[in-house]
């Protein structure tokens, strides 16, 4: 059924917007959102029946009344001046121990969550080590040691070769079978090949040779060790998100017998604290999204709202960038429904209409357009607009059309995909990916990104994120490869286009067996081009650290299957303990 749409005089805030920037003259743009879809007539006009898909997806398991009971004890001066007290004991425990202990507390620090409030430290460390006369002595024979300054100094980056493995290799430029002996120094190993660049084979050799040995050891006596090369098998270090990570390694920590108890005690504190703040968040975005309404008027989307905002913190965890995660928890919701309107409930005809407004990014071209449709383009409108009238309040930059042409070719590669499955037609891999990088939204979310993390906006960042660098093209590609490995076979029995699995499997002749193992090679190959991109870069900081957690974030919620659109398996636990359930600290 269609509906009429009466927009008020130009004097009321609802009036058509100007040039895409409406916002600038009415700011509360959510609200003008929520008030048109209440001023919808409810005349109604026959339209034709069209067959509708449905994905069957679940309901969200995390209601607005459950999100809005969220609290926490840990908030207050109390904490804060308990968290200061221990970060100076740890300044000065960094400064008192030996290289190899610094290097190991570093690792320690940084995998416990709390090396953001550390960075001048460890910057001061990592590059005292970095000079040659300090690390050639340290480092030899010792291939724990070696290993772990190389994957300390490639993480921050620092110059160091793959060379320093040398040593550890025989005449055949193998790795000598006697260090299999050694299991710890053939863990810190494995997790420092996942820092390879191309073309790095002695890096390649490393990882194939240790994980062969790792894989089949058996009797490991070291209970904390044993679960330290198993968590590695499942997943390298490097390539794991953040936050879960420190909450499985206080775990880990605190079993250790040279563990810190100062450090644990700050790493068990600070967790609680930022979750206590992300509790506020994510109330407040429970409630936008509730306001918004969108969620009933398009039963047929995916409800992940709290989902959506877990996915922020994968790749945006820290503190202060408050801001950054409540806009991308909008885009990752507005994502996941217009995903939704293109996979499985609009007609091909819908789909071109829908495309062509987001393109024009213009409030007139919703006329033509099914009501669910008008009511998803306004709401979608009017928060874009806003999220760039922030900015430019902020900044004075007017961002519009940076995100609108994110949206606008988020809505064409849909749209592509959508041609294929009515056509019945199964392009090839290199055909898929090259649309599929950017259908995957990975775009879409990092130019918000930077729009929303910057305290400082330049014309050439701009137009150089615009035209989507490399560093963004490798995350987003990792990003769509990590999904349709843990999404594809459900996908396709909803009725879906082939997805790179199939793809490969049509192309080639291929079993599945053969094509995961392809798509989890390519996987492999682009991390070490991002590894490269992200060394090489001038885009600053947060964004590129932003690009290089959002692949991490993907490979953590499809590593066992599709953690998003199924909200009561390992996503459950992930919003349990990263949301919900405080780490119990240390009886005094």
């Known amino acids: ?22 916002p600038l003259r009415y700011p509360n743009a959510a609200k003008a959102s929520r008030s048109l879809a209440c001023r919808v007539s409810t005349t109604q006009v026959m339209e034709p029946l069209t067959a509708r898909r449905s994905g069957n997806y679940l309901p969200s398991i995390w209601d607005d009344d459950f999100v809005q009971s969220l609290r926490s004890d840990y908030k207050g001066y109390t904490y804060l001046e308990q968290v200061e007290k221990l970060k100076e004991e740890m300044r000065r425990t960094l400064q008192e121990v030996g290289m190899l202990n610094q290097l190991e507390l570093v690792d320690c620090i940084q995998r416990l969550g709390v090396g953001y409030h550390f960075d001048k430290e460890i910057k001061e460390i990592l590059t005292t080590m970095s000079t040659e006369q300090n690390n050639v002595g340290l480092m030899e024979g010792d291939l724990y040691a070696t290993a772990l300054c190389f994957r300390l100094l490639r993480q921050h980056g620092y110059e160091i070769s793959q060379g320093v493995f040398n040593r550890f290799m025989d005449d055949s430029s193998r790795f000598k079978v006697s260090l299999c002996n050694d299991v710890k120094g053939m863990l810190s190993l494995y997790e420092a090949s996942f820092l390879a660049l ?20 058996k009797g490991i006596t070291d209970s904390n060790l ?7 098998l499942e997943l390298p270090l490097h390539w794991r998100m953040l936050r879960l990570e420190a909450r499985w390694y206080i775990n880990i920590y605190e079993r250790m017998e040279n563990m810190n108890p100062l450090l644990l005690e700050l790493a068990k504190l600070d967790f609680n604290m930022v979750q206590a703040l992300y509790q506020g968040q994510v109330r407040k975005m429970s409630r936008w999204w509730k306001d918004l309404g969108l969620g009933p008027k398009l039963g047929f989307a ?79 409108y009017n928060s874009v607009n806003e999220i760039a009238y922030d900015v430019l309040k902020e900044h004075g930059w007017d961002v519009i059309p940076y995100l609108q042409k994110s949206w606008a070719d988020l809505c064409k590669s849909y749209l592509v995909e959508a041609k294929w499955y009515y056509s019945g037609y199964t392009p090839t891999l290199d ?27 330049t014309k050439e960042e701009l137009e150089c994120i615009g035209r989507y660098p490399n560093i963004l093209r490798w995350s987003s590609m990792i990003l769509r490869l990590s999904d349709d490995l843990g999404t594809s076979t459900d ?98």
């Open 198 to 217: 191309e073309g790095e084979t002695i890096l390649d050799e490393a990882k194939a040779f240790t994980y062969g040995h790792l894989k089949d050891i």
């Open 1 to 22: 059924m269609a509906l009429n749409l009466f927009f008020p005089c130009s004097a009321c805030s609802l009036a058509p917007l100007h040039s895409g920037l409406g």
């Open 226 to 232: 044993k679960s330290l090369v198993e968590h590695a």
């Open 431 to 457: 055909e898929y990916l090259n649309n599929a990088w950017v259908s995957i939204s990975g775009p879409v979310i990092l130019v918000h990104v930077y729009v929303s993390t910057k305290p400082t906006i």
């Open 491 to 588: 996908e396709l029995e909803r009725g879906d286009v082939p997805k790179s699995i199939q793809c490969y499997m049509h192309e080639n002749g291929a079993s599945e067996v053969v094509a995961r193992e392809h798509i989890r090679v390519l996987i492999s190959d682009i991390w070490k081009k991002m590894n490269k991109d992200v060394k090489l870069s001038p885009l600053p900081q947060p964004f590129k650290s932003a690009a290089v957690d959002l692949a991490r974030m993907s490979q953590c919620v499809y590593l066992h299957g599709d953690g998003f659109g199924v909200p009561d398996r390992e996503s459950k636990d992930r919003i349990l303990s990263l949301l919900v359930e405080p780490i119990p600290l240390m009886k005094n």
């Open 302 to 380: 995916r409800d992940r709202l709290v989902e959506c905002f877990v996915w922020t913190i994968g790749y945006i965890f820290y503190p202060q960038f408050e801001q950054c995660r409540e806009v991308l928890t909008k885009v990752n919701q507005f994502i996941t429904t217009i995903d939704d309107v293109y996979d499985v409930y609009g007609s091909l005809d819908e789909l071109e209409l829908f495309t062509e407004a987001v393109d024009r990014w213009d409030i007139n071209a919703i006329e033509g357009l099914p009501e669910y449709m008008k009511i998803c383009f306004l709401a979608l």
